[in-house]
């Protein structure tokens, strides 16, 4: 093992000494020496041969150093996002409590509980964020399904919110039309997250999304009156004619991409 | 804590064949001299080292399947015997058409048979880990380590390693055709409508695995060569000619009826440069298709040179479905994409690789060549058949693996006659001028 242990210690003259760097090269001659009984109880009688095959594995050493040395980093600024959720979490709903008590004994107008409400919905929002991301760090699922059911919920929730207001602060008869209305801002974030992030099919989503979103968009508008029943259903037939006008597009350019694939004689010269 | 290797789309690919063959590959080398036993342990171990998927066990996990490494003794990999001439046969055909299970925890085995002052060298590995191709390139790799390791002491590391993903073989393509080839999303894998079979009989208890075997004398190479030459055909081109025409003639297929042949094609002649690449599967089918059988067998040459003719055009050779396949197996789970892709994935029946060349120079140890040898495909399950073809010094050997009858046995050497038979018509001109 004296390759090995030179190797090391050659290695460890561009690492400055610090108490983790010696704590590391002693984790190091431990793993090898473990390494090197491994590769005899496998069969490999020469111990050159395995000496170099260690360091082989070990070609730099100050990579591998500085790689746990970030590692460790890393976990420590997780413990400490997860304790500052924590705190901020109770923090977050002590401020919360003491705002409704103090409206209620305050304003006392019968709609402190929308602050109680906001809060806890503030705070499913915020956690159905970290809970995805988690989940999404974790493996690739096409189209970032968790992030995009994140976003969904999320833009329901603060819509489910607004409705709350709308309804018992402002009393407005068709308050419930913001469902719907969420329903359609999930399907344009749900279409711009497709776009924005390069999914392949997302050409496909905006064919889908626009006449749906259009044919709500329709019903909000004729309840609440803005446009009439008769005339507002040209809004469907409109969204089509955006469809169309997208698929043309779409064609356009894959043709001109095949076109500029074709051009590329190189390949043919091979 | 276990260590676990992720399964690569082939790798997935290759356990779901598992219905149609044994996934091995085989090969077998012959050496006149008595080689350095330990030195060949030390340097597999070395390699089995550096590509630790060799050492692995198969986990079929329902949403997704990994390979976990395994420890292992090199002595468990290689078995060495003594052993007289007249049991050699036996020996090597024991060894070589045995099965390694995926969730074994070995995907190779090497058998070393030590005869009169001479070796005989037969190794199996599972078609998951890698194809021919990268078996090919492995043995020679291993042949420079070991030559350089008895030689002159240097320690045997130098093995590829690297992705094993699908991937590479995008990696060198320009930006605009990567992205044209990733969007391949084509099933070529369309169920032929004449279902061609080889005209093996019904499934038995009885059938056993068999690898049938036939040489074609080296004098004969340099002919095939001449006469493709003449006729604007590769060697890969003759064979299938004589394929076709063997089959019609073997089954009684009618003459006026198309067939088609899926001939194995390497992905690699999309890179330029693999040296960074991991050893894995890079394999592809090509579907070469005859209208009919042609009054003559150069007539069927003709089609056949026609059909891969216009395969090789195409610049996406082999592309063709690796998207669709990649998507089936992200967006869902394991065990309902293998159910999808069984659906929507045939299996040729009828099937050739064309191994090519074992080039003896750099498959020589301690300066001895190999006297002879053979690299074969996976032990096909009926009705699928896989001709394997390899050369050495310009003798070529046509083997199929067929796990079947004695009967069974007896049809693949009559098509072996009639393989020979075709050849010889296909070279009838040169062998004239000889």
């Known amino acids: ?270 | 804590m276990e260590r676990r290797l992720k399964a690569e789309l082939w790798d997935k690919m290759h356990y779901l064949f598992r219905d149609y063959n044994d996934r091995m590959v085989h090969v077998e080398l012959h050496y006149d001299f008595d080689l350095n036993v330990d030195a060949f342990k030390t340097v597999l171990a070395c390699f089995f080292e550096k590509a630790p998927v060799f050492h692995s066990s198969f986990t079929d996990n329902h949403i997704s399947p990994y390979w976990v490494v395994k420890d292992y003794n090199i002595d468990e990999v290689v078995e060495v015997n003594d052993v007289d001439e007249e049991d050699l046969e036996h020996k090597i055909n024991a060894f070589l058409c045995q099965c390694l299970p995926p969730e074994g925890d070995l995907q190779m085995k090497v058998l070393i048979l030590r005869h009169s002052g001479k070796t005989t060298v037969c190794i199996i590995e599972n078609h998951m880990c890698m194809d021919g191709g990268d078996f090919k390139s492995f043995l020679k790799t291993f042949c420079k380590n070991y030559n350089d390791y008895v030689e002159n002491g240097v320690s045997p590391l130098d093995l590829r390693t690297g992705s094993r993903s699908y991937k590479s073989v995008y990696k060198d393509f320009s930006k605009a055709d990567s992205k044209a080839a990733q969007n391949l999303y084509k099933n070529l894998s369309v169920k032929d409508k004449y279902d061609r079979r080889f005209p093996f009989k019904e499934s038995s208890d009885e059938d056993y695995s068999f690898i049938a075997r036939r040489k074609i004398s080296a004098e004969k190479f340099p002919m095939i060569k001449a006469a493709g030459k003449k006729r604007g055909a590769t060697i890969n081109d003759m064979l299938t000619a004589a394929y076709f025409y063997s089959l019609y003639e073997l089954a009684g297929f009618n003459p006026s009826e198309p067939a088609t042949i899926s001939c194995a094609i390497d992905l690699r002649r999309h890179m330029k440069d693999v040296s960074d690449t991991g050893y894995t599967n890079q394999t592809s089918w090509m579907q070469c298709r005859i209208p009919e059988l042609g009054r003559d067998i150069f007539e069927t040459l003709q089609y056949v040179v026609r059909s891969s003719n216009m395969f090789k055009q195409d610049k996406f050779m082999g592309l063709y479905g690796l998207p669709l396949l990649s998507l089936g197996y992200r967006i869902m789970p394991h065990a309902a994409s293998e159910e999808i892709i069984k659906i929507g994935y045939s299996n040729p029946l009828l099937a050739m690789s064309n191994i090519g060349v074992l080039e003896v120079d750099k498959l020589a140890l301690e300066g001895h060549e190999p006297t002879e040898g053979f690299m074969s495909g996976a032990v096909k399950y009926k009705p699928f058949v896989l001709l394997s073809a390899t050369s050495m010094r310009n003798e070529m050997t046509l083997s199929m693996c067929v796990r079947g009858s004695d009967e069974d046995k007896q049809t693949v050497n009559r098509f072996f006659d009639l393989m020979e038979k075709n050849i010889d018509l296909l070279i009838a001109d040169e062998m004239k001028t000889e």
């Open chain 1, 1 to 270: 093992m004296k390759k090995v242990l030179d190797f090391i210690d050659e290695a460890f003259t561009r690492i400055p000494e610090t108490d983790r760097s010696y704590k590391f090269k002693m984790q190091l001659i431990n793993e090898v020496t473990e390494r090197a009984n491994e590769l005899t109880h496998r069969g490999i009688k020469d111990e050159n041969v395995i000496e170099d095959l260690i360091i082989s594995e070990h070609s730099d050493i100050k990579s591998e150093f500085d790689s746990v040395v970030r590692k460790e980093k890393l976990a420590k600024r997780r413990k400490h996002i997860v304790a500052l959720n924590i705190l901020g979490t109770v923090a977050f709903c002590l401020i919360t409590v003491i705002a409704f008590f103090v409206h209620l004994f305050k304003v006392d107008n019968g709609l402190s509980w929308i602050i109680l409400v906001a809060g806890a919905f503030a705070l499913s929002v915020y956690y159905t964020f970290v809970a995805c991301n988690k989940f999404r760090k974790k493996r690739g699922v096409l189209f970032h399904i968790t992030t995009r059911l994140q976003l969904a919920f999320s833009i329901m929730l603060a819509f489910a919110l607004a409705f709350f207001i709308m309804l018992f602060k402002f009393s407005i008869i068709h308050s419930w039309v913001m469902f719907p209305a969420g329903a359609v801002a999930v399907l344009i974030c749900d279409g711009l997250f497709a776009h924005f992030s390069h999914q392949r099919f997302a050409v496909f989503m905006y064919l889908l999304y626009i006449p749906l979103a259009a044919a709500v968009i329709y019903v909000i508008l004729a309840v609440i009156g803005v446009v009439s029943w008769q005339a507002g259903w040209l809004l469907i037939p409109a969204a089509l004619a955006v469809d169309a006008v997208i698929v043309a597009v779409r064609l356009i350019i894959g043709k001109k991409d095949n076109e500029e694939v074709e051009d590329d004689s190189e390949w043919n010269a091979d």
